[in-house]
């Protein structure tokens, strides 16, 4: 067994970490956790989504993002709808007031991602984000589990 200081998994928890600890104050004290601004996020990006596709362009299981909607929903932030084709499926959309409600707080938010491209330099930060996309296509490519 590798070493704990090698492991994979808690080297990219910590990666993680390190960069949510720079958001965190930001979301908080705008009254968002990380899972509700992730599809406050995502919604900002389409028209309207289904809430299957959404929950796997943010990395929720659906019972939490049920959850989610409903409480972003209640705020006024997004609409969900009952699919015409299949009552089953629901879509989502972002209303008006979470349209400006991003746009508010992407201008703080784009301040911390800058501050984090600054301590890495522009083609660190460049060629980290290339990796981690070849990383994750590679290990989604439907090999080896």
């Not at 990383?135 to 439907?142: K, Q």
Request: glycine share 6%; net charge positive; charged share 35%.
């Amino acid at each position: 067994m590798r070493a704990l200081d090698r492991s994979l998994p808690l080297k990219l928890l910590r990666a993680r970490e390190a960069v949510m600890d720079r958001f965190r104050p930001h979301l908080h004290a705008n009254g968002f956790t990380e899972q509700q601004w992730r599809v406050i996020r995502a919604l900002v990006e389409v028209d309207t989504i289904d809430a299957g596709a959404l929950a796997e362009a943010v990395c929720l299981r659906m019972p939490s993002l049920s959850r989610i909607l409903a409480d972003l929903e209640a705020r006024g932030l997004l609409r969900k709808l009952r699919s015409k084709a299949d009552r089953r499926l629901v879509n989502v959309e972002i209303t008006e007031e979470g349209r400006a409600l991003f746009t508010r707080m992407s201008e703080a938010s784009e301040r911390i991602y800058q501050s984090i491209q600054d301590r890495l330099g522009d083609a660190e930060y460049k060629d980290l984000m290339l990796r981690l996309d070849g990383f994750i296509a590679r290990l989604n490519d439907g090999g080896d589990p």
